[in-house]
Each structure stands twice: as C-alpha cells, then as structure tokens.
C-alpha cells in the first residue's frame, strides 16, 4: 500500500497557533481559515496520533497533558526547521511580539527602566510586559519569558539565574516610634507584620537569637497583592515588611523607611530566575536577545 503523504509540519505549525492563540477561532482568525476547517485538522492529528491533545469548550481551550508534551515538542522541531532555513538565509533578526511577566518590583525598579535600551537594539520587537507577583502559566498565558523570586519549582521550564535579592525587615520611624524598635525576634510579637495576600513557598520570617534559627509568621491586619504594594504600606506606618534590599535602598538612605533587626538577618537571599520554554537554537530570535540583554544588563544584589 502505498504511504499517505502527511504534512507533519504544517500540522505541527497549526496546532502551535491554536496553543497560542487561545482557541480555534482566534487561530482561525490567524491563519485565514475557517473555525470548523481549524478544528478538523486538530481532530485528524489527535486521530494520527492517536491522543487526545486538547479538552473544547465554550469558554476556553485547554491542553490534556499529551497536548503540552506535543506542543513543547512542536516548538523544538519548528525551531530546528527555522535553524535550518537560517543557516541558508543569513542571521534571524529579532521580531515579534515578546510577551514578558515580571514581579512588581523588579518590573518597576529594574526591567522597565532598561526596556528602552533593549528596544532601541531591536526596534521589530514589541515588549507586552505583564506587573504581577504571581507565578504565570507560561502556555495558558501565552508568555515567553517569566522573571520570578524565590525558589523554582519542579517543572518543565528552562531557567537563567539573574542574581540574589539580600532581604531587608523594615519599618517607617513614625511606625517604629509609636510602637518601638524591635531588638529581637521575641519583640516582633508587639508588631504588625505586613504579608502577601497569595500563597508563598515561604510564608514566614528567619531570623537569628541566641538559640539559633527561628521563623516568625507574617502576621498582621493587611496584606498586600505585590512587593510594591507592601513596600507603600510599609511607607503608610501600617507595620513592618520583609522586603527585597534593593527595592527599599533608596527609602533607606532617604530616611522614609528604617532597617530593624539586622543583628537578627540570615544573610538569606532570594534568587530571581528568567524562566522560559526552550533554549539555544529551539527558542525563537526574539526570546534570545531578550534574555542575552538581562544577562547583560540586570544585576540583582
């Protein structure tokens, strides 16, 4: 029998553009096609290959977990095609839309402020940054590159260290006049411990005494979405914050915020990672030049 020729690339291409597009009709709308036609070619790859890739609905299309392994394969053997077809044409210019999440104060204080140097290298990019302290779904959110604190997590996602934040416990003086210097761990229990309103991989506070290494819970009467929101709060004299050194420098020489317990801090650092899907040759030109630029141009201390 002779064998059915199948464009296996083409198919690939098209899937890829339904992940990213959120849905058959917006990939439709791509392509120049018709929703249904879109939805036949889903139907007959997940028929070859016999899975299902994809869970319809109404409201959203969502990946079973063969559908995230064939779509992060689909973009390694897409990119290795365009590898190929650069190597006969030249060096890729990057282009594009470069969709980038970042958390709120290393989005403020850090990225925003270098973004024009990054696009004045490459005017065909357009940046679409996303201000949040939560942890992004990479493929539901269509994003290309996350900058995240704290631990990483287990997961698929290729990471790029961009350095350590020092942690710094801070207080405005109103706040610490009114209800006095904490001169260790023990006093913390007289103060409002300002906290984030979402789930952490470390919700508490280390600190030094004489015993040795004690955690004191963020506790107190407001909590805050990001680390700038707890940082306005912690200037408003609400209470005390446990926040990034680099994000606070500036209030702390300006005498809008003060320092306390520093004979009590760890040392601990908070490791910041760019985390993506991909690498080398398999990620397109833009998300390489984007985050050559971080390793260039960020330094987190």
Known sequence: MARIE??????????????EAGGLSAAARLAGMTPSAVSRLVARLEARLGARLVNRSTRRLQLTAEGCAFYER??????DLDEAERSAAGPEQAAGRLRVSVNVPIGR????????????RHPRVVVDVVLTDEVVDLIGQRTDVAIRSGPL?????????????AMVIVGAPAYLDARGRPAGPADLAGHNRLGFGFARAST???LRDGSGLVVMPARGNALAGD????RLMALAGLGLARLAAFQVRDDIAAGRLEAVLEDCNPGDRDPVHAVFLGQGGLMPARVRAFLDFLAATVRID
């Open 109 to 120: 204080q850090i990225l925003l402020p270098r973004l024009g140097e990054f696009l004045a």
């Open 227 to 230: 680390g700038d929101a707890l």
């Open 74 to 79: 689909s973009l390694q053997v897409l990119a």
């Open 6 to 19: 199948v464009n296996r690339s083409g198919e690939m291409e098209m899937f890829v553009r339904v992940v």
């Open 153 to 165: 997590k287990d997961s698929g996602l290729i990471a790029r260290k961009l350095g350590e934040a």
């Open 204 to 206: 508490g506070w280390p």
